[in-house]
């Protein structure tokens, strides 16, 4: 049984920090892409960052460059996004997702999803 479970959302002021974990059992992680994706009240559903299988190599959406850093552990079968200088329009649902080898900017691509997980960003 494949399972996504997203942690590490809140509350958080303007300009700071949140790490979210993506752990995920019931298939071969190694072989997948995985990817965060986000979605605001009234939104569509959109690409944040994925990281690949087997290079590591990432991508970012242009709101996230700089500022969030995806990463994956391969020896926990768990995935992160690190949030740094949070900003009050990052406030979404955010979700990790996998697709086998490599990712994709279209939610429709993937077949895994984890609940989400709320992060809101607010003085």
């Known amino acids: 049984q494949v399972q996504l479970v997203e942690s590490g959302g809140g509350l958080v002021q303007p300009g700071g920090s949140l790490r979210l974990s993506c752990a995920t059992s019931?298939?071969?992680?190694?072989?997948?892409?995985i990817s965060w994706f986000r979605q605001a009240p009234g939104k569509e559903r959109e690409g944040v960052s994925c990281?690949?299988?087997?290079?590591?190599?990432?991508d970012y959406a242009g709101s996230a460059k700089g500022r969030f850093t995806i990463s994956r552990d391969k020896a926990k079968n768990t995935a992160y996004l690190q949030m740094d200088s949070l900003k009050p329009e990052d406030t979404a649902v955010y979700f990790c997702?996998?697709?086998?080898?490599?990712?994709?900017?279209?939610?429709?691509?993937?077949?895994?999803w984890g609940r989400g997980t709320q992060v809101t960003v607010s003085s």
């Open positions: 990281i690949s299988t087997s290079d590591e190599s990432t």
């Open positions: 019931g298939f071969t992680f190694n072989y997948y892409a």
């Open positions: 997702a996998a697709r086998a080898y490599s990712g994709s900017d279209d939610p429709a691509d993937y077949p895994y």
